[in-house]
C-alpha cells in the first residue's frame, strides 16, 4: 500500500487525456468528477483494444471470438467483486449505474418482500436515486418512507436512529458519501443498526467506489451500488452487489433471453444470479472497460486517492471560507468535495461565470432537492476533486470566484 506522498500524480494527471485542453481560450479547470470522473488512457485502450480485436456477443457462442468476449466480461465481474470483497462472484450483477441498481432492488426484493405498514429507512441527504425509487415502491406496496435527520453541520442526526429503526422498518438505505455536503457516513454502524432490527441495508456507493476502500464483508451490507463512469470507467456501466442469500429469493426484474434455464410457450425457469438479473445483451466493452478503470484505480490505491482528494478538499475548504460572502457546507472532515453558496450569485451564474475561465463547477440541486429545501436554499456550488486534480487548481479556482464576488457586487 503506498501512500499519497509516495505517488506521482504529475505523471498519473498525464494519463488523462482530456485534461490537457483550453477552454475559451483557459487551461481546462475539471472540478466536476462527482458529477462524473474523466477516463485514463488506460481505459480508452482496453474498450478499443476489445472492439478491435476481441468482440462478439458472450456466453452463448461456440466460437473464438465469443469466448473471448465472455471471457473478458467474467473477469471483470471477478474484478469487481475483488474489489468489493464480495464473498462470491456470483454476488456481483452488472448494471447500467447506481440507479439502475438501486430500482433492480426496488422492483425485485422490494416487490416481493415489502407490505403495506412496513417502513423503508432513509436520510434526509439522500440524491434522488436512492429516494424516488423508494417513492414508487411505497405508493406501489403501501409501505412509508421515514428519513434520519441531517444536522445543521451537514451529518446525521445518529441519536435518532433509535427512535426511527423500530420493528417495522424493512429495509435502511442510505448513501456512503453524501454528493453534496461531502459528508462520509459511518456505513458499518449503519449497517449493524439495520442488522439489529432485522432490515436489509443498502449503500448507495456512488460517490465511494472509486474513494475510498469497500470491504462489503467487513462493512455488513446486504446491497451496495455504485456507477462505473464516476471511478474513471465508461459511461452507462456499474454494479450491483447482493448477499448470495437475499439474490436467491429475489425475483427477476427485466424478462428475456440470456436470464433463462428453459423456456416454453407456458412459462420459464430462471438462471441463478447473477444470470437471472442480466436479461439481454449485456453491456460487455463497458463492463471489460470497468475492469480496466478497477486496475487503474487498484495500482494507484484508494487508500493513497482518498487522502489525496480528501487534502485538496480540506484546502478548497480553507481558502473558499477566506471569500467575503461565500460560505462552505457540510462537516470539516469530508471526501472530495467542497459544497458552498456566493451570497451575491445564483448558483447557476456562478457556474457560467466559472466556465467563462475555463472552470468546471457545478451549480444547482445536484439531485438533493429535499435537502437544498430543508437548508433554504435554491441549491449550490460544487467543486468535486479526484486524484488527477491539484492545489494550484484550487489557487486559480479561488481567483476566478475572487473575481466572481467582485462581478456579482
Ligand atoms: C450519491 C449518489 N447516488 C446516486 C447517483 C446516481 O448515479 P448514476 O446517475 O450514475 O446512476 C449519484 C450521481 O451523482 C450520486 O452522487
Redesign the pocket.
Known amino acids: 500500500m503506498q501512500s499519497s506522498t509516495e505517488v506521482n500524480w504529475q505523471a498519473i494527471r498525464e494519463d488523462f487525456p482530456i485534461l490537457h485542453q483550453q477552454v475559451h481560450g483557459k487551461p481546462l479547470i475539471y472540478f466536476d468528477s ?2 462524473s470522473s474523466q477516463k485514463p488512457r488506460a481505459v480508452l485502450d482496453a474498450l478499443r483494444h476489445y472492439y478491435e480485436h476481441d468482440h462478439a456477443n458472450v456466453h452463448r457462442g461456440l466460437h473464438v471470438l465469443s469466448t473471448r468476449a465472455t471471457e473478458a466480461y467474467e473477469a471483470a465481474r471477478a474484478k469487481v467483486a475483488k474489489y468489493l470483497n464480495a464473498a462470491s462472484v456470483d454476488e456481483i450483477i452488472f448494471t447500467r ?4 441498481g438501486i430500482n433492480l432492488v426496488a422492483n425485485t426484493w422490494g416487490v416481493r418482500f415489502l407490505r403495506e405498514g412496513d417502513v423503508i429507512l432513509l436520510t434526509e441527504m439522500e ?1 434522488h ?2 429516494l424516488v425509487p423508494w417513492q414508487m415502491l411505497a405508493e406501489r406496496t403501501g409501505a412509508r418512507l421515514r428519513f434520519v435527520p441531517v444536522r445543521t453541520d451537514g451529518t446525521l442526526e445518529m441519536g435518532a436512529l433509535d427512535s426511527l429503526l423500530t420493528s417495522e422498518v424493512k429495509l435502511f438505505a442510505f ?1 456512503h458519501i453524501s ?1 453534496s455536503l461531502g459528508t462520509i457516513n459511518p456505513v458499518a454502524d449503519l449497517c449493524r443498526a439495520a442488522r439489529s432490527v432485522g432490515a436489509v441495508s443498502l449503500v ?1 456507493a ?2 465511494s467506489a472509486g474513494h475510498v476502500p469497500i470491504d462489503v464483508q467487513e462493512m455488513g451490507c446486504d446491497f451496495l451500488a455504485f ?1 462505473g ?2 471511478m474513471c470507467g465508461p459511461t452507462g456501466i ?1 454494479a450491483l452487489y447482493g448477499r448470495a442469500e437475499l439474490l436467491d429469493a429475489m425475483p427477476p426484474w427485466h424478462g428475456g433471453g440470456e436470464m433463462i434455464l428453459s423456456v416454453t410457450y407456458e412459462g420459464s425457469t430462471f438462471k441463478k444470479a447473477p444470470g437471472k438479473f442480466e436479461a439481454g445483451t449485456p453491456n460487455i466493452a463497458d463492463a471489460i472497460g470497468l475492469g480496466a478503470a478497477i486496475d487503474y484505480i487498484e495500482n494507484i490505491g484508494r487508500e493513497a486517492i482518498f487522502q489525496h482528494d480528501a487534502e485538496l478538499a480540506a484546502y478548497a475548504h480553507r481558502r473558499l471560507e477566506e471569500l467575503p460572502g461565500v460560505r462552505v457546507l457540510g462537516p470539516s472532515e469530508r471526501a472530495g468535495l467542497v459544497g458552498f453558496v456566493m451570497e451575491a450569485a445564483h448558483p447557476h451564474d456562478l457556474t457560467t461565470y466559472a466556465d467563462q475561465y475555463g472552470l468546471a463547477l457545478r451549480g444547482g440541486h445536484h ?1 438533493n432537492q429535499p435537502l437544498m429545501r430543508k437548508f433554504r436554499l435554491p441549491g449550490t456550488n460544487r467543486a468535486s476533486f479526484y486524484f488527477y486534480n491539484t492545489a494550484a487548481e484550487i489557487d486559480r479556482m479561488i481567483e476566478i470566484l475572487e473575481n466572481a464576488v467582485r462581478f456579482f457586487a
Open positions: 462527482a458529477a449505474g447506481t440507479t439502475e440524491h436515486s436512492n448513501t454528493n448507495d456512488a460517490q456507477s463512469h464516476k456499474g439531485c
